[in-house]
């Protein structure tokens, strides 16, 4: 495992997925658990010009809502043999190692995406985002955002099968929210979107995708918004 570590801390695109990655229309939607990432995506995709960038991962599928996750469509599960290949290929755009399970997403999946004249869209956390980033400033990021502290605990809540269930994750669900949210307001180039009403933030999101100067005075209330956010997970500790 500290191999694969190393491999990941060390790994850089081609040249030739540079310039894919620099020629390609992308979209990164991000956001704490319970924003609506998913379903957002999912309805965007429904939508015809979207297409949806698979992420790898070493863990193991999960049941989501009764519902078992689906290699190839949630996301493409492999062994840690496998990234490893990969990462030796420089198969991937950019992986990363979280909690000893490695993310990544593939050269494979931007240039099918490519192939089919499709904005390509995945849900990433905000390390993603900056190896994007790097590589093309004009990639767009878009940060989603519960209304407020108290529905998205309401949202989290029912993701458990008990408040037992929800009380021993919270921490771990608080920690990773303040550092994505920290983070993505150390930056200037996040879209923020509200998702108080999930038709409006979709075709938010959708505009956004394919205008994004355009969203600019949005961008600055969603960010204080997104502040106000902030400061109250950092003050419920339980």
Known sequence: MNQLRTLIDTYSPSQATTTLVQEAQIVLLVGISGAGKDTIKKRLLA???FYDIVSHTTRAPRVNNGQPEVDGVDYHFVTDSQVTDMLHQQAFIEAKYVHGTVYGTSVAELTKAQ???KVAITDIDVQGVAEYKEIAPHTVAIFLLPPDFVTW??????????EEDFLAEWPKRRASAITELERALMVPYYHFVVNDDLELATHVVGKIATKPDLFTRKDDEARLAARDILVEIQRHRG
């Open 153 to 162: 605990q309401q949202r989290l809540k029912q993701r458990y099968a008990s």
């Open 47 to 49: 939508q015809g010009g």
């Open 115 to 117: 192939q089919l004249g």
